[in-house]
């Protein structure tokens, strides 16, 4: 994999359940429920133990924080996919914009 293609720090998926549930205060249970519920996706060792990453740490918290304000799973997965398709709307719409100043030879400002 190419260094530009690596996932940052944040991204790496190398923090074990026990780790995760000790730096965010849910249970190992919790935490499989949320993933259970499509809103946290580890990965899994050769062994087949669960592998967070920072990123899913901030997630995991930021889910907690809503449950504590009373929004239901199903509401924050709702969310989850609305913030998906937004990035994913955002993203197509700069590629567009590229491909049509490179196809024009269109400069960016600077």
Same mark, same amino acid.
């Given at each position: 994999? =190419? %260094? !530009? /293609? !690596?996932?940052?720090?944040?991204?790496?998926?190398?923090?074990?359940? *026990?780790?995760?549930? %000790? &730096?965010? @205060?849910?249970? %190992?249970? /919790?935490?499989?429920?949320? $993933? %259970?519920?499509? &809103?946290?996706?580890?990965?899994? !060792? =050769?062994? @087949?133990?669960?592998?967070? !990453?920072? =990123?899913?740490? $901030?997630?995991?918290?930021?889910? =907690?924080?809503?449950?504590?304000? @009373?929004? /239901?799973?199903?509401?924050?997965? /709702?969310?989850?996919?609305?913030?998906?398709?937004?990035?994913?709307?955002? &993203?197509?719409?700069?590629? &567009?914009? *590229?491909?049509?100043?490179?196809?024009? *030879?269109?400069?960016?400002?600077?």
């Amino acid at each position: 994999m =190419a %260094e !530009s /293609q !690596s996932p940052s720090y944040k991204e790496r998926k190398v923090i074990t359940i *026990g780790v995760v549930s %000790e &730096l965010t @205060g849910l249970s %190992e249970r /919790q935490i499989r429920y949320y $993933e %259970e519920r499509k &809103l946290v996706f580890p990965e899994r !060792s =050769a062994k @087949g133990n669960r592998k967070y !990453s920072f =990123a899913d740490v $901030e997630l995991l918290i930021d889910i =907690a924080n809503k449950r504590e304000e @009373g929004v /239901q799973t199903y509401e924050i997965r /709702q969310d989850m996919i609305r913030a998906e398709k937004k990035k994913e709307k955002k &993203l197509r719409k700069e590629l &567009l914009r *590229g491909e049509i100043n490179a196809r024009f *030879g269109i400069q960016k400002e600077r």
